[in-house]
């Protein structure tokens, strides 16, 4: 089967014109990546000359002047070419979008099922499958499962340290910036659970030097939270305690969510932040001397005070 038996003469189709390589007309489904498996038709000097043809078609003048109106034409070009050198998306509007979105649900669906089944039981064919896609069009993304847990373990530090920046960045007292650090994070492993799974587990199946990197990563991202503790200990707002103790203590207790926290039950992730900075205010930011013995003495004259004037 081919693009012309497929879309048949759509006027998508035959507004492309004359192609480089005809990538319009007669390119194998394989191409595509949506009903055969490229090992089994083209083999693998027929995919490289078909990827040689379509890094050509993409500067094709009537590929880019001509609406895709049709689904199947819009999923061929946004799937098969390739972003524009220079790390940018292609000019087809909408492309770089697309793949983007691809990729994130062939992650969490790989992300998914390494958390069900372990990284090592999980193959290309489950995700695949998972995915409702063919292998053929899964290595347009990624060529081995290897990439994927690679691609998991640096997009996961990536997104915790962009909320990390963002707090960071803001004109607040260490105080209010650990409260912002601890709802953040709490979010972060909340709306990326399966990630944080694959990424705190499956860390010894990690190519070494990827590992170390990510390690380094993680050790900046503790640092930088420590810094937020340190400078409150010399201002006076925390209790002087061990900062990296403090780190390791309040961090581990929020990545812990991953093993636990199910969004079906009886609390939201607000519920959790609020309980674990009440764990974490309790126990580190500093009251005023005598502060709540003095309130429960004020409190109790007033009542007295109150039952005087009535007895008067």
């Known amino acids: ?20 390589g005809d990538v319009a007309r007669g390119v194998p489904l394989v191409a595509l990546g949506l009903l055969v498996e490229t090992p089994h038709v083209l083999g693998a000097d027929g995919v490289v000359q078909l990827e040689r043809r379509l890094d050509g078609a993409r500067d094709a003048p009537g590929i880019h ?9 819009s999923f061929l070009y946004s799937s098969v070419l390739p972003p524009a050198p220079g790390g940018g998306q292609g000019r087809l509007p909408g492309v770089g979008a697309r793949q983007q979105a691809v990729r994130e649900q062939i ?29 053929a069009s899964l290595y347009r993304y990624f060529r081995a499962k290897e990439e994927m847990l690679a691609a998991i373990s640096r997009e996961t530090i990536e997104r915790f340290t962009r909320r990390l920046d963002a707090v960071l960045a803001a004109d607040l007292a260490p105080d209010e910036k650990l409260r912002r650090i601890v709802r953040e994070h709490v979010r972060a492993v909340i709306a990326d659970r399966a990630f944080l799974t694959v990424f705190f587990g499956e860390e010894a199946s990690l190519p070494p030097r990827l590992a170390r990197a990510i390690a380094a990563r993680k050790d900046r991202y503790d640092k930088r939270v420590e810094a937020v503790v ?29 093993k636990w926290y199910d969004p079906r039950g009886r609390w939201s992730g607000d519920d959790v932040a609020a309980a674990f900075l009440s764990l974490v205010e309790e126990g580190l930011v500093r009251r005023a001397r005598g502060g709540a013995p003095l309130a429960r003495r004020l409190a109790r004259l007033r009542r007295e005070l109150a039952g005087l004037e009535r007895a008067l």
């Open 65 to 73: 002047g001509h609406g895709l109106r049709n689904r199947w034409v």
């Open 107 to 135: 992650l969490r669906a790989a992300a998914d099922l390494f958390r069900e089944r372990g990284y090592r039981a999980t193959t290309l064919d489950d995700i695949a499958a998972r995915l409702g896609m063919s292998k």
């Open 1 to 20: 089967m081919d693009v012309d038996q497929l879309v048949g003469e759509d006027p998508a189709v035959v507004g492309l014109g004359r192609v480089p």
């Open 230 to 258: 340190v400078e409150g200990i010399r201002r006076g707002v925390f209790r002087d305690v061990p900062p990296r103790l403090v780190v390791y203590g309040v961090l581990g207790m929020l990545n812990w969510l991953h």
